[in-house]
Nanobody, 124 residues
Framework: QVQLVESGGGSVQAGGYLRLSCVAS????????MGWFRQAPGLEREGVAV???????YYADAVKGRFTISQDNAKNTLYLEMNSLKPEDTAMYYC??????????????????WGQGTQVTVSS
């Protein structure tokens, strides 16, 4: 059973920094795409960043240059470092990994397993 557990969210002022973590279990971590998504109230979920099985990284234009996705294979952990945070980054952030029947395509990966989310709030 695939499990993804996020942590690290919180409340910061604009310009601040947060690092999100996602611990994965229940599958061969190294062989998967991993990604971060976010959803603000009243809006659709959107992709933020992806790291694929070859460790290539991809970012949404809105976060490029400010966010960094990385992983520690030894710890089965995915990270999202968020710098220069803006109020528009406020959202619930979700970790995801791919599955053969996933319904969310993003940067060539088919995401189907999701964590429970961690809230990020950025005040102006």
């Amino acid at each position: 059973q695939v499990q993804l557990v996020e942590s690290g969210g919180g409340s910061v002022q604009a310009g601040g920094y947060l690092r999100l973590s996602c611990v994965a279990s229940g599958y061969a971590y190294r062989s998967r795409c991993m990604g971060w998504f976010r959803q603000a109230p009243g809006l659709e979920r959107e992709g933020v960043a992806v790291i694929d099985s070859t460790s290539r990284t991809y970012y949404a234009d809105a976060v490029k240059g400010r966010f960094t996705i990385s992983q520690d294979n030894a710890k089965n952990t995915l990270y999202l470092e968020m710098n220069s945070l803006k109020p528009e980054d406020t959202a619930m952030y979700y970790c995801a990994t791919d599955s053969i029947d996933g319904r969310t395509w993003y940067f060539g990966c088919r995401f189907g397993y999701w964590g429970q989310g961690t809230q990020v709030t950025v005040s102006s």
